[in-house]
């Protein structure tokens, strides 16, 4: 439903997707990749070219990071907390990717998540970001985490417990505003955009991101890391592939 089924077909529209988005220069700090994104989770020909923007960053990083932390909202099931999958892999026509069971076995004995394979069933929020980070990376092992009603300290929690080093990578699935004409939603991605660069979770509100939850996690603990955030794209569905009377924005940002 959001990509094609076709290896060479998907395959050539992410690598399109990467080179569009891969930036003039390496970054403020050459050599370096962030430690986490947030890129959206649309059908690609809508949001493909922003969360390339997102993804191109990751290039230093590419035999560097061996886990990532992909945590996105629930879109079908509604729960308390924040759910991992009991699979040992997730699949996508790219291949195989390990889900880190031990990992995610830590974090239910520390009752920080739980298990929930309902949330992950039709949910694809974190499914979609596979062939970017196939793409990516070279080798690295998934903890896939559906965030359903859960505080912003719960969810930093978690992620604060799986921080890692610089082989751990954090991305956070979360679209922007929904629905709106293409002018009043760029004034409120535009807002949103403002409050991941001051790293202000409260100035983040439900109708501003779908991923609100784990943005504003990341935000908290971005805060007290002393962490910088970066708009390396902010469009939408206007500016892609769609009509502009009702957009759906999209963001892509980073973390240093």
Avoid at 32 to 39: D, E, L, R, T
Avoid at 115 to 128: F, K, P, Y
Avoid at 184 to 199: F, G, S, V
Avoid at 235 to 254: I, K, L, Q
Wanted: glycine letters at 8%.
């Amino acid at each position: 439903m959001f990509y094609p089924d076709s290896v060479p077909a998907l395959e050539a529209e992410v690598s399109a997707y990467l080179e569009q988005g891969t930036p003039a220069s390496a970054g403020p700090v050459p050599g370096a990749g962030p430690k986490a994104i947030v890129a959206p989770h649309a059908g690609y020909r809508y949001s493909g070219p922003i969360a390339g923007s997102a993804y191109a960053r990751l290039a230093p990083l590419r035999q560097r990071v061996e886990r990532v932390i992909l945590s996105g909202p629930s879109h079908f099931v509604g729960f308390r907390g924040i759910a991992a999958s009991s699979a040992d892999a997730f699949d996508s026509p790219l291949g195989r990717v390990p889900v880190d069971r031990a990992c995610i076995d830590q974090l239910v004995d520390q009752r920080l998540i739980s298990i929930l394979d309902e949330a992950h069933r039709r949910e694809h929020s974190l499914e979609v970001h596979l062939p970017f980070l196939q793409q990516c990376l070279d080798r690295f092992s998934l903890v896939p985490l559906v965030v359903g009603d859960a505080a912003p300290r719960e969810v930093a929690a978690v992620f604060e417990a799986v921080w890692g080093g610089d082989e751990t990578l954090l991305v956070i699935s979360s679209d922007l505003s929904h629905y709106l004409d293409y002018t009043t939603a760029q004034r409120l991605d535009r807002r949103t955009a403002d409050a991941i660069e001051a790293l202000d979770p409260d100035a983040i509100d439900v109708d501003q991101a779908c991923g609100r939850l784990p943005i504003q996690g990341l935000l908290l603990l971005a805060r007290e890391k002393g962490m910088k955030a970066e708009t390396v794209d902010l469009r939408s569905s206007g500016d892609t592939a769609g009509p502009r009377n009702e957009v759906v924005g999209y963001g892509a940002f980073c973390f240093r």
